[in-house]
T-cell receptor, first 113, second 112 residues
Framework: EAGVTQFPSHSVIEKGQTVTLRCDPI?????LYWYRRVMGKEIKFLLH????????ESGMPNNRFLAERTGGTYSTLKVQPAELEDSGVYFC???????????FGSGTRLTVV | QKEVEQNSGPLSVPEGAIASLNCTYS??????FFWYRQYSGKSPELIMF????GDKEDGRFTAQLNKASQYVSLLIRDSQPSDSATYLC????????????FGTGTQLKVEL
């Protein structure tokens, strides 16, 4: 079974630019999550999809962040315009059953300069 | 006060010893608890989850939960150099496992 795939693995962009991160969950996993780890801080929840619906987006920092999951398969997280404080590692995770933890992708390291 | 507190370490133990990793939490209503292992530059990997007070064993790993004292711990028996990693404690206050709150992690070093 393929794991959770994230693309790109690294991205360096200038402040004010737009970046789109992609996550392909494990096939058949209805639950998809985005998390972020800013350097020196803990991993923090951003949002949770169940299929194509946003179940909980309480962790999204502001309206510069837009997450979509069209068709309930892969998901994208767009940051527009990017700010310096958006730098960090963005993790995607998926699960079939929400009770037993989930599988993380390898993350996208975003650097905004 | 942070919601999930972990000593950042590093915690150094000799090979073959028992490593004890501790985590305290502030939300008394938290229901489910998870331990993840993260190697440097890699993704977090689920090791164990625990919901009930007491011990839960899986191979060399034992998770311990004490809801009255609001702490959860992870014991690693017969520690190996390959266990060297950062161990993340996480919980879901709602019990559903949908929205995890993480600690900053404890770095474990197992020395030869």
């Amino acid at each position: 079974e393929a794991g959770v795939t994230q693309f790109p693995s690294h991205s360096v962009i200038e402040k004010g630019q737009t970046v789109t991160l992609r996550c392909d969950p494990i096939s058949g996993h209805d639950n998809l999550y985005w998390y972020r780890r800013v350097m020196g801080k803990e991993i923090k929840f951003l949002l949770h999809f169940v299929k194509e619906s946003k179940q909980d987006e309480s962790g999204m920092p502001n309206n510069r962040f837009l997450a979509e999951r069209t068709g309930g398969t892969y998901s994208t997280l767009k940051v527009q315009p990017a700010e310096l404080e958006d730098s960090g590692v963005y993790f995607c995770a998926s699960s079939q059953d929400d009770s037993y933890g989930y599988t993380f992708g390898s993350g996208t390291r975003l650097t905004v300069v | 006060q942070k919601e999930v507190e972990q000593n950042s370490g590093p915690l150094s133990v000799p090979e073959g010893a028992i490593a004890s990793l501790n985590c305290t939490y502030s939300d008394r209503g938290s229901q489910s608890f998870f331990w993840y292992r993260q190697y440097s530059g890699k993704s977090p990997e689920l090791i164990m989850f625990i919901y009930s007070n007491g011990d839960k064993e899986d191979g060399r790993f034992t998770a311990q939960l004490n809801k009255a004292s609001q702490y959860v711990s992870l014991l690693i028996r017969d520690s190996q150099p390959s266990d060297s990693a950062t161990y993340l404690c996480a919980l879901d206050p709602t019990g559903g496992g949908n929205k995890l709150t993480f600690g900053t992690g404890t770095q474990l070093k197992v020395e030869l």
